[in-house]
């Protein structure tokens, strides 16, 4: 038995991840740390199983990371957005010698995050990234496919929507803004390439697809990073692709528009003698018209579809597979933190044991997982 941090832990993400590590009985200790050290407390105080703790958590300060995870077996990092935190918390984890799993969903911030993996395997560490829905779940049924569904894959298309979260933090809104923002990375035709969501390169993969449960809706280019790890894992693959959309769509618009619009900028301008950060304006407008938007659409609980396509041939033959995890009830902190924690449970228990930073198509058993 040994202790797990899950920093983030009272978040909408986190606070899932530490609900399902506290009932899994595999950690003896567990401490959530976070920024919000009064949410934090609240969510420990629900809880019953292992010993419990809280800390607080600046994941801007190396100094107050390494306070939070003193004496963890393994961390789990919930910390959004991924962009901004991803690569200062990992290496602090890694210089504190202790095995890591996040939910990073950002391109750029992978990136980053795999030029330290001679760091890490010099200090013995074994890390997980990833390790949410999208990415997450969805690399280790490609995993999956590629290791007994199929003799070769040939095309990935990753798919998800979500929608009506009971909380959204300004993390989440920063990262989707983030994404329509920077160009977008794809595999196709056998070659990295970047899109851009507003012009004729980015529009040329916006498709409809039905998702289970939820609907049929118009989905456009994330930068999700299984499309730069896994052409990495598939020998002779040709496409991977990512889609997505946040539910409603009129919600989904409202930030295309901000970004369009480019009021998202971090440079302060002065308005009425007061300096504003227009991406701080444009995060806490968006939330402010969300509860009236999902109204209008009738959205009134959390849902959520991962839809993952994979086609290859097998015994010569053309196969295709579609895997779908959905549901009405349950959105993007169940789909999301249900993963992470079973990451972070494959990691204390041994299931893990390559060292460096991986994905999770690298690293993680479909069937362990599944």
């Known amino acids: 038995m040994s202790k797990v941090t899950i920093l983030g832990g009272s978040g909408a993400v986190g606070s899932i991840a530490t609900e399902t590590l ?45 306070r939070a995870i003193g004496g963890s077996a393994v961390v789990l990092n919930c910390v959004g957005p991924f962009y901004k935190h991803g690569p200062t918390i990992m290496k602090a984890v890694i210089e504190a010698g202790i095995n890591y799993v996040d939910v990073c969903d950002d391109f750029d911030a992978t990136e980053k995050l795999l030029a330290m993996d001679d760091k890490a395997k010099k200090a013995g560490v074994s890390a997980l990234i990833g390790m949410g829905s999208s990415p997450g779940v969805a690399n280790v049924l490609v995993r999956f496919c590629a290791d007994s569904l199929l003799d070769q894959v040939e095309a990935v298309d990753i798919y998800h929507a979500h929608g009506g979260e009971k909380i959204e933090g300004a993390a989440v809104v920063k990262h989707r803004i983030h994404s329509m923002k920077v160009d977008i990375p794809m595999f196709l035709d056998g070659k990295f390439t970047t899109v851009n969501l507003f012009e004729d390169s980015g529009k040329a993969l916006e498709e409809e697809t039905e998702f289970k449960d939820v609907g049929t809706y118009s989905v456009y280019g994330y930068p999700h990073p299984e499309t730069i790890t896994l052409p990495k894992y598939l020998k002779g693959v040709k496409r991977v692709t990512n889609l997505g959309l946040v539910l409603p769509p009129a919600y989904a618009e409202l930030i295309k528009g901000m970004v369009r ?14 300096k504003v950060i227009p991406l701080e304006f444009a995060v806490a407008y968006i939330l402010s018209q969300r509860e009236k938007l999902m109204k209008e659409a009738g959205i009134n609980q ?69």
């Open 302 to 370: 959390p849902m959520g579809c991962l839809k993952i396509v994979v086609k290859g041939y097998k015994d010569g033959g053309k196969n295709t597979y579609i895997f779908s995890m959905s549901s009405r009830g349950q959105g993007m902190g169940e789909g999301t933190g249900i993963p992470a924690a079973i990451g972070a449970i494959l990691m204390g228990t041994g299931k893990i044991t390559e060292k460096g930073v991986l994905p999770p198509e690298a690293c993680v058993n479909p069937m362990d997982l599944l």
């Open 261 to 274: 619009l480019d009021i998202t900028d971090e440079k302060p301008i002065e308005v009425q003698g007061h």
């Open 22 to 66: 506290a009932s899994s009985g595999v950690f003896s200790e567990i401490t959530v740390a976070d920024i919000n050290f009064a949410a934090a407390r609240k969510l420990v105080g629900k809880l019953k199983g292992a010993k419990l703790s809280v800390a607080e958590l600046d994941a801007e300060n190396p100094h107050s990371i390494r």
